[in-house]
């Protein structure tokens, strides 16, 4: 008998985003979220769970509370940010049901499991490296001892680490997730300011070959093997999208970097084109991450089978902190990628890194002049994130760049600047984020853009006038949590 099974984000800080989806966990600039998918995959595996994600839907503990009644599994995705709400909800999900089995998974106890463990008496186990086919063990009744990629409490309080569970390779035997987004979530709940609303994200892979010392997936869980579905396994979901999820406007492709296989990411483009992605008319368009190196002739042929917008990390303008990150772009041929976007007519959403090793007050102004100038159609600036299990972090421990201290945010649930340099110090850092928003977006060339967008599209007006409010607040809680 499959245990009866609870997947849960839970109730975080309002307008939190910590879902697994998320590259940096932390309440945005405009409110957004992203589909928590490394819960719906084990989700979409275990027979008769249910999935819930409490902060994209307002849900406060009193909420979902009488959903634990009569679970026998609970699993819980945390984070860094989020993990001392987390264990506090562990610790409620115990009081009101006992016999409840609680796990942790997510990178944050991938990299700790031991103290992980020790924070909290009320988590009985948490998942390392990729999680599926262990919550599915799990939730068949295999014995702890017995179940590979577990750290678990064992009855007299020992911490046993079971032996590494191996990747995934055939990623064709992961089940669709979108008939668990259908079942359990609202779909118009999810948002990003750049993408079309409502939208479905998935992913189509697993890994990335970049070796970016800040980038947190890769260095977890997933691996820098990129490991990924075949196009009609991919093809098969975005069916069933447009069938089962008609409202959706825009598919959003969240491997970590789809375009780094040219022949594939053309080939999946064109059995999209094949299903009327990219003809007039066509209601739906797609997107995905990209890093800044795809060649023009693979611009085309996305471009001409529906592609619409591509999330690029710059990160920074400086080739030295380019090659300080180990980011594996030169920024010329980040430049040339992006006037090609223009000229074919792609989106971008640009993002960039403020703080990392190697930033002066010179390279930040090198960065936001950069931006001006290749001029992406929105942007994303964020403080240098030094999660734990990342390189970055064992940088920052080892030059005494940060106290070793997990805040990454405020109590709020606000990014923070935690990495400080004795020529740069944080406070500086962080003020540098609002001057670049500022920077960017205030100029007439910009201003007018975005106008236009809005004088075209009268759902898009909405839109931006409540994501400019957003944004001002945004700005308003910067300067309080200076």
């Not at 987390?86 to 031991?114: C, H, S, Y």
């Not at 975005?238 to 959003?252: A, D, H, M, R, S």
């Not at 990390?313 to 180990?326: A, C, F, P, R």
């Amino acid at each position: 008998m499959t245990l009866r099974t609870l997947f849960m984000q839970a109730p975080s800080f309002d307008g939190y985003d910590g879902g697994a989806g998320a590259r940096y966990q932390m309440k945005r600039e405009v409110r957004s979220f992203w589909y928590p998918t490394w819960l719906a995959q084990p989700a979409a595996m275990v027979a008769g769970s249910r999935l819930i994600d409490a902060p994209a839907h307002d849900q406060s503990w009193e909420d979902i509370a009488h959903e634990v009644d009569g679970k026998e599994l609970v699993i819980l995705h945390t984070s860094t940010p989020s993990f001392n709400q987390d264990i506090r909800t562990a610790a409620l999900i115990k009081a009101r049901n006992p016999k409840a089995l609680v796990g942790f998974v997510g990178a944050k106890v991938a990299v700790e499991p031991d103290k992980s463990l020790a924070a909290s008496e009320h988590v009985d186990f948490v998942a390392r490296e990729e999680y599926d086919f262990t919550i599915l063990d799990i939730a068949e009744g295999k014995p702890l001892a017995e179940v590979d990629g577990i750290t678990w409490r064992a009855p007299d309080g020992a911490f046993i680490r079971n032996k590494d569970r191996a990747p995934i390779e055939d990623m064709d035997v992961l089940p669709m997730v979108s008939p668990v987004y259908k079942r359990d979530l609202t779909i118009e709940k999810y948002f990003g300011g750049y993408l079309r609303h409502p939208y479905v994200s998935f992913y189509t892979g697993r890994g990335c070959k970049s070796r970016c010392t800040f980038c947190l997936w890769p260095q977890t869980i997933s691996g820098h093997n990129y490991r990924y579905r075949s196009v009609p396994k991919v093809i098969e979901e975005v069916q069933y999208i447009l069938k089962e999820i008609p409202q959706t406007k825009e598919i959003f492709f969240d491997d970590d970097t789809l375009t780094d296989n040219h022949e594939r990411v053309e080939e999946l483009a064109r059995a999209l084109g094949a299903l009327g992605f990219g003809k007039p008319g066509f209601p739906v368009s797609w997107s995905c991450n990209a890093k800044a190196n795809v060649p023009r002739k693979t611009l085309e042929v996305l471009k001409a089978n529906g592609l619409r917008l591509l999330l690029v990390g710059y990160e920074s303008g400086n080739q030295k902190i380019l090659h300080n990150i180990k980011k594996g772009l030169r920024v010329d041929v980040a430049r040339q990628f992006t006037k090609d976007c223009h000229e074919l007519g792609i989106v971008i959403h640009g993002t960039f890194i403020l703080g990392l090793p190697g930033e002066t007050l010179e390279t930040i102004e090198e960065t936001i002049e950069y931006a001006k100038e290749i001029n992406p159609h929105t942007i994303q600036v964020s403080l240098a994130a030094p999660y734990p299990g990342t390189f970055l972090y064992k940088q920052a421990t080892e030059n005494g760049w940060f106290d070793g201290s997990d805040h990454l945010l405020t109590d709020g649930g606000n990014q923070i600047a935690q990495l400080s340099y004795p020529h740069l110090p944080a406070s500086v850092i962080f003020d540098k984020v609002e001057e670049f928003y500022k920077r960017f977006y205030f100029r007439p060339r910009k201003i007018g853009s975005i106008v236009g967008e809005m004088l075209r599209d009268f759902d898009m007006m909405k839109r931006r006038l409540r994501e400019g409010v957003e944004f001002f607040d945004f700005l308003r809680r910067r300067k309080e949590a200076a």
